[in-house]
T-cell receptor, first 114, second 114 residues
Framework: NAGVTQTPKFQVLKTGQSMTLQCAQDMNHEYMSWYRQDPGMGLRLIHYSVGAGITDQGEVPNGYNVSRSTTEDFPLRLLSAAPSQTSVYFC?????????????FGPGTRLLVL | SQQGEEDPQALSIQEGENATMNCSYKTSINNLQWYRQNSGRGLVHLILIRSNEREKHSGRLRVTLDTSKKSSSLLITASRAADTASYFCATDAYSGAGSYQLTFGKGTKLSVIP
């Protein structure tokens, strides 16, 4: 199994541009989520999904959209990039949506918004 | 908002010494997890401890949980240079409308000097 994969690894955007961060998992996990990690802030939850067709907002959802059309994929869309969205983005998945489930993380996408 | 807060923020020890990191949280939890993050990589699950457990071991890792003090500690015995990483605690936190989410602290950065 490849586990959780993310593309791209690095991305530079100009303010106002849009882009999609890709996340895929091949473990047939129900639960998928997106976090951003900023220096001194730890990980903050952006959006999550408990199954195909179901998404919900996390702690910091503004400026981001998600969809979950398949079990495997959970893309994160930046509608109009802002410098405040410069961060490292991690996708994670777990077998079920329960809080006792181990989260499996992807390698991350480093995003710089100029 | 962060539920768990790790202490210290940074820790530097010699190889062979023990490393202890602490996590404090604000509200009642069902489970607490510890994760490790090597520089530039995604998080990797280390251990989960349930609210009705007081201590758990996994190899050189020992985790304790004191629900009365709302705190947990992670002990790494006989540390190795390869243990150099950031360590995060994650707790389930009520996020409203009957929903709980996994919330990460800001992490402890551990440096093990050969």
């Amino acid at each position: 199994n490849a586990g959780v994969t993310q593309t791209p690894k690095f991305q530079v955007l100009k303010t106002g541009q849009s882009m999609t961060l890709q996340c895929a998992q091949d473990m047939n996990h129900e639960y998928m989520s997106w976090y951003r990690q900023d220096p001194g802030m730890g990980l903050r939850l952006i959006h999550y999904s408990v199954g195909a067709g179901i998404t919900d907002q996390g702690e910091v959802p503004n400026g981001y959209n998600v969809s979950r059309s398949t079990t495997e994929d959970f893309p994160l869309r930046l509608l109009s990039a802002a410098p405040s969205q410069t961060s490292v983005y991690f996708c994670a998945s777990s077998r079920l949506a329960g809080l006792k489930e181990t989260q499996y993380f992807g390698p991350g996408t480093r995003l710089l918004v100029l | 908002s962060q539920q768990g807060e790790e202490d210290p923020q940074a820790l530097s020890i010699q190889e062979g010494e023990n490393a202890t990191m602490n996590c404090s949280y604000k509200t009642s939890i069902n489970n607490l997890q510890w994760y490790r993050q090597n520089s530039g990589r995604g998080l990797v699950h280390l251990i989960l401890i349930r609210s009705n457990e007081r201590e758990k071991h996994s190899g050189r890792l020992r985790v304790t949980l004191d629900t009365s003090k709302k705190s947990s500690s992670l002990l790494i015995t006989a540390s190795r240079a390869a243990d150099t990483a950031s360590y995060f605690c994650a707790t389930d936190a009520y996020s409203g409308a009957g929903s709980y989410q996994l919330t990460f602290g800001k992490g402890t950065k551990l440096s093990v000097i050969p």
